[in-house]
């Protein structure tokens, strides 16, 4: 994966994207802007399905009204996020705060795919109900929890606080970062 990183790096546009004065901004904005719209509607269905918000409304009638904007700000955020992956490469693919963020985005997405395939087929069993049953919440929870981590440990990124080229540093912390180290 390293040898595909440093090739990664070596791009023109690579470079390009990362030292424009207005391409990286304008990615980078994108990105936390699809984010916001994203978390944004994602919260306020995971806030129904703790019994927390809209408990007067069926869930199928808010995943209805708020899922294609759900939608329309993952794919955005996934496209900005591969170009802002794509702008620094190798320092990010380094990064413990990426690293973290990826494994909670794994779990987002596996948490996504259990609800959808297991909790969401009861549905119409629960739609109505101002508490859903506690796999949807539990659900609701897990995906609240690791989307607040992602948006973190995103933010975090940005910090050298961890970077392979900060020595010394724990070999802890060498090796889940993936420093090499010569």
């Not at 916001?36 to 009638?61: A, H, W």
């Not at 380094?94 to 963020?101: A, E, G, Q, Y």
């Amino acid at each position: 994966m390293r040898e595909f990183i440093l090739w990664l790096d070596t791009h023109e546009w690579s470079t390009a994207i990362h030292e424009s004065f207005f391409v990286y901004p304008i990615i980078e904005s994108t990105h936390v802007l699809t984010l916001c719209l994203f978390v944004g509607t994602l919260i306020m269905v995971d806030l129904r399905l703790l019994g927390l918000g809209l408990v007067n409304t069926p869930v199928s009638e808010v995943t209805r009204r708020v899922l294609p904007w759900t939608l329309i700000g993952a794919v955005i955020m996934f496209v900005t996020g591969l170009l802002l992956f794509y702008a620094i490469p190798e320092r990010t693919y380094h990064s413990l705060w990426f690293r973290i963020k990826v494994v909670m985005l794994i779990v987002a997405g596996i948490n996504a795919l259990y609800f959808h395939y297991r909790v969401h087929r009861n549905q119409s069993f629960w739609d109505n109900a101002p508490k859903p049953p506690l796999n949807a919440r539990v659900s609701a929870a897990v995906s609240l929890t690791m989307w607040a981590g992602v948006i973190v440990t995103g933010r975090m990124i940005a910090y050298n606080w961890f970077d392979c080229d900060r020595q010394p540093q724990p070999e802890f912390i060498n090796w889940a970062a993936g420093c090499v180290l010569v």
